[in-house]
C-alpha cells in the first residue's frame, strides 16, 4: 500500500514538473470556443459567447422566401443592475463614457481626444482624458444628421475636421488639441442624396467618409433608399462614390452596394474596406450582410443579384448580362445583423494575433424572428498571406437580456491612442473602452 502511493506521488511530482504543457493544453481543448459552419452559423443571439467563430460561404445560402412580416424589433431597455458586456480572457472591458444621445460615430484625433457624433442631436463632441475627464461640445452648426468623420491632410497635423451629413459633407477648421472649432463651417461641393430620417423607412440617411493614404482622394458611402426598388429614386444611391478633397470631381468607386455603413481603409495598403446590411424579406438567412474589400468599378449585386448571381425573385430576368459581374464579398455574416461601423486595429496593447484584423459593430436585427447581432466581432487576416479568412469572432457580447430584451446596440468604433478599443452604443447612449492586460 505504501509503496503504491509512493508511485502515485512520484507520478503526480512528474505531472507538475515535467507535464504542467500538456495539462494546459487540455484545459485549452476544453475552453476551446465553438467554431459555427454552414446552418448552425446562422442561430441567434443565444449562441453568442467571447471567442466563437462563425463562416457562412455561398453554397450555405438558403432558397429566398419571403420573410415580410417577420417584424421584430428589439424591446431597448436601460441597463440591467449588474448587466455586464463578456469579453476574451486577458481583457476588460469598462464603461468609459454615457449620457450621449445617439452616439452614432467615434474618431480618434492624432492628441488622443475622442470624437463624438450624435446624429440624432446634431452635434460633435470631444471627449477628453482616460476616464473622460472632460466632455466638450466642439460643434453645432451646419449639422444635418452628422456620421462619418474625418481629419483632413491624413497624419499627425490635420487642418481640417470634415463631416458627412446625410445631404453632403462639410468641414471645419481644426488643428491638433482643439476642444472648439477654430472656424466657421464650410459647406463642400459634394452634394449627396439625402436620407429619410431616422425611421425604419428604408431610406438609409448614414454617409462614411474616408480620404486614401495619399490624401489625394476623399471616398463617401450613401445607402439605398428602399430596399429593393430600381426606379429613379435610386439614382446616385447605393454606391461609394470618391471626389477630391474639395468635393469637386465625382465619380462613381463601387456600386450595387445596398448600404456600405462603414468604410476604412486597411493600414499600409490601398484597399479600401466596408461594412455592408444587405435587404431584407428574402428569408430568416438571406441575404447575409457582409464587410469586404471594395475593389475599384466594383459591382457588387443590388438590387438584382446577390452575393453573385443569385437573382433576386423580384426582378426575375432583369439585366442577366450583369449577373456573371456580381462580386462575392471576403466576409459573410449572419443576415440581418445589421453591421455598422468597422475599424483595423492599429494599436500596440492587443497581443500581435490582433493587429491588422478587422473590428466590426453589430447594431442587431429588428426584421429577424430571433435577434440576431448586438455585439462586437472580430474579422481575423491571415498574416502570412494579408487575406481575410472569411470568418468572423465574437469579441463583445451580452447585451440581449435571456428575455430578449435589448440594452446594448454598439455602433461606433475606434482605436485608441493608448490602444484600447472604444465602441458606442446608442440604445443607452454610453462608449465602452476594452483593455488587454495579463
Known amino acids: 500500500m505504501e509503496n503504491r502511493r509512493f508511485a502515485h506521488y512520484c507520478w503526480c511530482a512528474v505531472f507538475i514538473a515535467v507535464g504542467a504543457t500538456f495539462a494546459e493544453k487540455i ?41 415580410v412580416l417577420a417584424i421584430n424589433p428589439p424591446h431597448v431597455i436601460s441597463r440591467p443592475a ?7 480572457p486577458g481583457f476588460k472591458i469598462d464603461m468609459y463614457a454615457s449620457g450621449f444621445r445617439d452616439p452614432r460615430f467615434l474618431l480618434t484625433a492624432p492628441n488622443g481626444d475622442i470624437f463624438v457624433a450624435e446624429s440624432r442631436a446634431n452635434q460633435i463632441k470631444i471627449i477628453r482624458g482616460e476616464r473622460a475627464e472632460s466632455i466638450q461640445l466642439f460643434a453645432d452648426a451646419g449639422l444635418n444628421k452628422p456620421f462619418g468623420l474625418a481629419f483632413y491632410p491624413p497624419g499627425f497635423d490635420p487642418q481640417f475636421l470634415y463631416v458627412a451629413n446625410t445631404d453632403g459633407v462639410i468641414r471645419f477648421p481644426y488643428r491638433n488639441g482643439d476642444l472648439k472649432a477654430r472656424g466657421p463651417v464650410e459647406k463642400l461641393s459634394a452634394q449627396l442624396s439625402g436620407g429619410a430620417g431616422f425611421l425604419r423607412s428604408g431610406g438609409h440617411w448614414t454617409r462614411d467618409l474616408v480620404f486614401s493614404p495619399d490624401g489625394k482622394k476623399m471616398y463617401v458611402s450613401i445607402g439605398s433608399r428602399s430596399n429593393d426598388s430600381d426606379d429613379a429614386s435610386e439614382a446616385n444611391r447605393a454606391r461609394i462614390f470618391e471626389f477630391n478633397p474639395d468635393g469637386t470631381d465625382q465619380k462613381i468607386y463601387a456600386w450595387g452596394i445596398r448600404n456600405a ?13 466596408m461594412s455592408t446590411n444587405e435587404r431584407d424579406e428574402l428569408g430568416e438567412d438571406l441575404p447575409p450582410d457582409y464587410i469586404s474589400s471594395v475593389r475599384p468599378n466594383g459591382f457588387y449585386g443590388w438590387p438584382w443579384f446577390y452575393l453573385g448571381n443569385h437573382v433576386d425573385p423580384r426582378h426575375k430576368e432583369k439585366y442577366v448580362d450583369l449577373a456573371g459581374k456580381v462580386i462575392v ?13 468597422l475599424c483595423f486595429y492599429s494599436g500596440d496593447q492587443f497581443p500581435a494575433e490582433y493587429q491588422g484584423d478587422i473590428f466590426a459593430a453589430f447594431h442587431g436585427s429588428w426584421n429577424r424572428t430571433k435577434r440576431t447581432g448586438y455585439k462586437i466581432v472580430r474579422v481575423p487576416f491571415d498574416h502570412s498571406t494579408g487575406k481575410a479568412l472569411g470568418e468572423y469572432e465574437d469579441f463583445v457580447t451580452g447585451f440581449v437580456t435571456p428575455k430578449g430584451d435589448v440594452w446594448g446596440r454598439p455602433v461606433g468604433i475606434t482605436v485608441a491612442k493608448d490602444g484600447s478599443l472604444l465602441f458606442s452604443e446608442d440604445g443607452n447612449g454610453t462608449i465602452w473602452r476594452i483593455s488587454y492586460g495579463k
Not at 449588474?82 to 476574451?88: D, I, S, Y
Not at 455603413?261 to 479600401?272: K, S
Not at 464579398?329 to 461601423?341: E, F, G, K, R, W
Open 82 to 88: 449588474g448587466a455586464q458586456p463578456q469579453v476574451p
Open 261 to 273: 455603413v462603414g468604410i476604412a481603409f486597411r493600414p499600409a495598403t490601398n484597399e479600401l474596406w
Open 329 to 341: 464579398p471576403d466576409v459573410l455574416v449572419q443576415a440581418h445583423s445589421a453591421t455598422l461601423n
Open 27 to 67: 484545459a485549452a481543448a476544453a475552453e476551446k470556443p465553438a467554431f459555427l459552419t454552414g446552418k448552425a452559423a446562422m442561430g441567434d443571439w443565444t449562441s453568442d459567447a467571447p471567442r466563437v467563430r462563425r463562416k457562412i460561404t455561398v453554397d450555405d445560402l438558403p432558397p429566398p422566401h419571403s420573410n
